[in-house]
């Protein structure tokens, strides 16, 4: 059973700074993919950020220059840093991983169960 876990979610004042984690536990060969994707009620899913397993990023246009994504290969673990928080950031933010369970499953897609944040002043 593959778990993901997220922290790091609160509340910040417009300006200020949080980093979330994504740990990932259980039986796993191999992380693929991970990401970040946030929710606001109402409203889609949307892409954060992603993270390929060799490391190359890509930002959603509203969060660039400001959220940095990067990984922990050794720990399963996947990071958002989140600085220069605006209001419109507030929503919930859901980690996303492709994980193989052994090297001949296909790899396939696992969720954290979402961390609130909230940027008010």
């Known amino acids: 059973q593959v778990q993901l876990v997220e922290s790091g979610g609160g509340l910040v004042q417009p300006g200020g700074s949080l980093r979330l984690s994504c740990a990932a536990s259980g039986s796993i060969f191999s992380i693929y993919a991970m990401g970040w994707y946030r929710q606001v009620p109402g409203k889609q899913r949307e892409l954060v950020a992603f993270?390929?397993?060799?490391?190359?990023?890509n930002y959603a246009d509203s969060v660039r220059g400001r959220f940095t994504i990067f990984r922990d290969n050794a720990n399963n673990t996947v990071y958002l840093q989140m600085n220069s928080l605006e209001p419109e950031d507030t929503a919930v933010y859901y980690c996303?991983?492709?994980?193989?369970?052994?090297?001949?499953?296909?790899?396939?897609?696992?969720w954290g169960q979402g961390t609130q944040v909230t940027v008010s002043s």
């Open positions: 996303k991983a492709h994980i193989g369970i052994t090297k001949q499953t296909p790899s396939r897609e696992y």
């Open positions: 993270i390929a397993n060799r490391g190359s990023t």
